[in-house]
Nanobody, 126 residues
């Protein structure tokens, strides 16, 4: 069992930066792959970025590569997503998610993740 709580969302203008964070409970947090997903109105939930339990490997959606950076601090049980040069199309609810099974490869599929936070709203105006 793990509890995930996101924070840091807000209303910003295009070109601004935000950092959203996820605080996790549970002694086995450091064994989980972690992901950030987002869902905009009328769209399916999609991966934004993911990071292995060691922090040694990451993946990103093509639409955010070079602008967003995922990181984790296992000593603090936190995962963060630094979002730079935000665009209106980044507007969505952002979710933190945990994969319990320490898979051999990171997944872009939300069904592979077992625990989810409540989400935090990010709105980017033109």
């Amino acid at each position: 069992q793990v509890q995930l709580v996101e924070s840091g969302g807000g209303l910003v203008q295009a070109g601004d930066s935000l950092r959203v964070s996820c605080a996790a409970s549970g002694r086995t947090f450091s064994q989980y792959h972690m992901g950030w997903f987002r869902q905009a109105p009328g769209k399916e939930r999609e991966v934004v970025g993911a990071i292995t339990w060691t922090g040694g490997s990451t993946l990103y959606a093509d639409s955010v590569k070079g602008r967003f950076t995922i990181s984790r601090d296992n000593a603090k049980n936190t995962v963060s997503l630094q979002m730079n040069n935000l665009k209106p199309e980044d507007t969505a609810v952002y979710y933190c998610a945990a994969d319990r099974w320490k898979r051999s490869a990171l997944s872009r599929n939300p069904s592979r993740y077992d625990y989810w936070g409540q989400g935090t709203q990010v709105t980017v105006s033109s």
